[in-house]
């Protein structure tokens, strides 16, 4: 047996004492899902704790915490006291972790949960308010906690009225946290941010101080939501590429149609990515060397690299008057469905936006040349369809044009 030991960042000191809510809202790199699962990992230890970890949509355990909690357990070393199984985990002390969707739930099935001692709410904007009202009244076993952790989008969300409007509930403790405040701040995420502080600071506040989402009439993108899919076999795949300089990101990014939907399923992205790291970095997405890759073709030389070092089959995307609105257009024209892991393809999404008139706020009708790499390689990616598409409507508008007088060509 060996002693647990757990280093807890200031900020969240105040959530090591009771409460009936526990809520830590900010932005990325605050570490609030790392300071709940390893206060997960210690309650457990120290008693006989049931657990469930809920998310508002969850299709498969590659979708919960489960394995951010088995990465905690062996960080920990605390093996001993768990016995990891393939849809839970139960502890020495015979408590239980499971994991669940809110979505699967109705008024009768949630009544499984009201023994349980915490329910834990991660990405908890999500949360429908359906969900919240089943949720709150089924946790009542005495002395019971429900924990929420979620970036913020608008104040409108359910968790956010709940606990951060003007009436919270009694006995709750709010905090937020923010990557200034979480001293493992990875360098990797430190050189996004920076990224985005130099370039665009309304990105900044809302994905990294985690500010509410601004001026939501200007939004480009409503037509999209994240959830958890696989694409079939025989799926035809389509991939595009955005370039960047030293300090801006490249992309790469795959998504495939079917019908009135296109799937984004894998991404690839880096800040400041040398022209020699591209192919690895292209490498992230599955057989990428593999399909058609349509690329900025601003880039000529990156293009020839590409070629040269295992992508022979990307090509520079044929770009034309009005290509950015018309490739915007056609985007829009789908239900996006993108999966969870594309987390810069859902930041874009969220925050691309149309310029607005500085003097009177009114939306223009102009596209902002920012939040936009993601959405350039998705456009590069769905060039081809759109010119298909393209074609296809402009044939059917033609129509044979007939004289004024049918007999006056009839022999």
């Known amino acids: 047996m060996t002693e647990l030991t757990i280093e807890t960042p200031r900020v969240f000191l105040p959530m090591l004492e009771p409460a009936r809510y526990k809520g830590v809202h900010g932005g990325r790199g605050s570490g609030k899902s790392h300071f709940f699962g390893e206060a997960l990992i210690e309650r457990s230890v120290m008693e006989k704790t049931d657990i469930v970890c809920v998310r508002e949509n969850q299709k498969s355990l590659d979708q919960s915490v489960k394995k951010l909690l088995e990465s905690k357990i062996e960080s920990l070393n605390a093996g001993f006291y768990f016995d990891v199984q393939d849809a839970k985990i139960k502890s020495s002390l015979g408590g239980l972790v499971i994991f669940q969707g809110m979505q699967n739930h109705t008024a009768e099935s949630i009544k499984s949960l009201e023994g349980f001692d915490i329910a834990w709410v991660e990405e908890a904007q999500t949360l429908s308010q359906k969900s919240l009202d089943m949720l709150r009244p089924t946790i009542r076993k005495p002395n019971s906690e429900l924990w929420f952790s979620w970036n913020p ?17 009694p006995n709750a403790t709010v905090v937020e946290a923010n990557y200034s405040d979480n001293p493992w701040f990875p360098d990797v995420l430190r050189l996004e941010m920076e990224y985005d502080r130099s370039r665009d600071p309304d990105k900044y506040t809302h994905i990294w101080l985690g500010q509410y989402q601004q001026n939501s009439e200007a939004r480009v993108f409503r037509n999209w939501r994240v959830e958890e899919f696989e694409r079939p076999a025989g799926t035809i795949f389509r991939l595009g590429a ?170």
Request: with cysteine.
């Open 153 to 169: 989008r608008y104040s409108t969300d359910p968790v956010d009225v709940l606990l951060r409007g003007g009436n919270p509930p």
């Open 242 to 411: 955005d370039w960047g300089f030293s300090i801006d990101p490249s992309v790469l990014v795959r998504c495939s149609i079917e019908g009135n939907a296109l799937y984004v399923d894998y991404e690839a992205y880096q800040v400041g990515c040398e022209i020699v790291n591209l192919p690895e970095l292209f490498m992230a997405v599955p057989d990428a060397e593999k399909w058609p890759i349509t690329a900025d073709s601003a880039r000529p030389e990156t293009i020839s690299h590409m070629r040269n070092n295992g992508f022979p089959k990307i090509s520079p995307a044929v770009k034309g008057a009005k290509s950015l609105e018309e490739g915007v257009e056609f985007l829009k024209s789908f239900e996006i469905i993108v999966h969870p892991r594309c987390k810069h393809t859902i930041d874009e999404l969220s925050l691309y936006r149309y310029k607005t008139d500085p003097l009177t706020d009114q939306v223009l009708p102009i596209l902002q040349d920012k939040d936009n790499h993601v959405i350039d390689a998705l456009r590069y990616a769905c060039e081809g369809a759109r010119r298909t598409v393209k074609r296809v409507v402009a044939a059917q508008k033609v129509q044979p044009v007939m004289p004024a007088f049918p007999g006056s060509w009839m022999g």
